[in-house]
């Protein structure tokens, strides 16, 4: 049949078909069990002395600087980091020379807020042969920088920070359920977050 190729046929009419074509959105959908939420719910733990006096709406988000709760007309402040301020910061805490994760949550946080902090606060490494646990160096600079912050936040310019005056979370939170109530003591449950 190869001898039929060199011989031409008339080209036809060509066959053609049309169809309607349509805009439109095309979705799928594919539905699956599950449980949405925002992670596990952890509970707050007031500390110090005093009296709530206000609480956050359930639902709301709080960030590093901002008050997640009052006590005695007070804000208690939101500090990023993993170890919770357990002692008294000030000047007699200075001169004893302490140093530890406190110490460290309080530089980080107010670097973090912008105030100048001075001279980085020097590490200890380890409690071996030191006596002080690892962490940051209590410094009068640094002392200087929460004089500033409390002024700045309408609070006394004390350049002290007591335990239950900030709570110390792992980052931003949303609050869950509210588990105080206005006029109790600030040592129980406060919230879950």
Same mark, same amino acid.
């Given at each position: 049949?190869?001898?039929? !190729? =060199?011989? !031409?046929?008339?080209? =036809?009419?060509?066959?053609?078909? /049309?169809?309607?074509?349509?805009?439109?959105?095309?979705?799928?959908?594919?539905?699956?069990?599950? /449980?949405?939420?925002?992670? !596990?719910?952890? /509970?707050?733990?007031?500390?110090?002395?005093?009296?709530?006096?206000?609480?956050? !709406? @359930? =639902?709301?988000? +709080?960030?590093?600087?901002?008050?997640?709760?009052? +006590?005695?007309?007070?804000?208690?402040?939101?500090?990023?980091?993993?170890?919770? +301020?357990?002692?008294?910061?000030?000047?007699?805490?200075?001169?004893? #020379?302490? @140093?530890?994760?406190?110490?460290?949550?309080?530089?980080?946080?107010?670097?973090?807020?912008?105030?100048?902090?001075?001279?980085?606060?020097?590490?200890?490494?380890?409690?071996?042969? /030191?006596?002080?646990?690892? #962490?940051?160096?209590?410094?009068? @600079?640094?002392?200087?920088?929460?004089?500033?912050?409390?002024?700045?936040?309408?609070?006394?310019?004390?350049?002290?920070? @007591?335990?239950?005056?900030?709570?110390?979370?792992?980052?931003?939170?949303? +609050?869950?359920?509210?588990?105080?109530?206005?006029?109790?003591?600030?040592?129980?449950?406060?919230?879950?977050?």
């Amino acid at each position: 049949r190869h001898g039929d !190729a =060199g011989h !031409a046929r008339p080209a =036809g009419v060509p066959y053609a078909q /049309t169809t309607l074509v349509r805009r439109t959105d095309l979705s799928d959908s594919k539905a699956l069990p599950g /449980t949405l939420g925002y992670g !596990a719910a952890v /509970t707050v733990k007031g500390a110090g002395k005093g009296l709530i006096t206000k609480l956050p !709406a @359930s =639902g709301s988000t +709080v960030t590093r600087g901002k008050p997640l709760y009052w +006590v005695d007309d007070q804000p208690v402040t939101v500090f990023y980091g993993d170890t919770p +301020v357990f002692r008294t910061l000030d000047g007699a805490a200075v001169k004893a #020379g302490a @140093s530890g994760a406190d110490v460290t949550v309080l530089a980080d946080n107010l670097k973090a807020l912008g105030y100048d902090i001075g001279p980085e606060p020097r590490t200890t490494q380890s409690s071996t042969g /030191t006596g002080k646990a690892p #962490g940051a160096v209590l410094t009068s @600079s640094l002392l200087d920088a929460l004089k500033r912050w409390q002024r700045d936040t309408g609070r006394q310019q004390t350049g002290t920070l @007591s335990v239950g005056q900030v709570v110390v979370l792992p980052g931003a939170v949303r +609050v869950g359920a509210v588990k105080a109530q206005l006029g109790d003591p600030a040592e129980e449950d406060v919230l879950s977050v």
